[in-house]
């Protein structure tokens, strides 16, 4: 079974694509990521290089990494509650108000129709009765 691939189009906007795809993108992310390993590692060796109690160190600083992101998690937890209860609301209400919408739409559609014939009349006689009378003097 053959492997499907996508043609790739020798455009020389499509080169100029890849060529900034790889120098603006995947460049800064590649040495974003080399930097904070190299960070990291520089502060590893600078926290076991004097300190006997490393471990202690270690559990309060992932205690501290684990804080906010427990507090985002209920953040968010919070909201997808709230979220689905607004919806469960919402779909409880909709089809009442929706089918008041309805008709109210279309009784307004009703009225706007008899009233610009209502304007519009007037305005026809007068032309049919110009147009009439013009021809008769012709």
Do not use: C
């Not at 590893?44 to 998690?73: E, H, R």
């Not at 307004?108 to 009378?133: C, M, R, Y």
């Amino acid at each position: 079974m053959e492997k499907f691939s996508l043609p790739r189009p020798e455009r020389e906007s499509y080169l100029k694509h890849r060529r900034d795809v790889n120098r603006q993108i995947i460049f800064p992310i590649l040495l974003a990521t080399l930097l904070a390993v190299g960070l990291a590692t520089l502060s590893g060796f600078a926290a076991t290089k004097n300190s006997p109690s490393v471990s202690l160190w270690a559990d309060i600083s992932i205690i501290w990494l684990i804080i906010p992101i427990m507090v985002l998690a209920i953040v968010i937890m919070a909201a997808v509650i709230a979220l689905a209860y607004g919806l469960n609301r919402l779909l409880k209400i909709t089809p009442r108000y929706t089918g008041l919408a309805q008709y109210y739409t279309f009784w307004f559609s009703a009225e706007v129709t008899i009233w610009t014939n209502k304007l519009v009349q007037p305005v026809l006689l007068i032309k049919s009765w110009i147009g009439t009378i013009s021809k008769h003097e012709e």
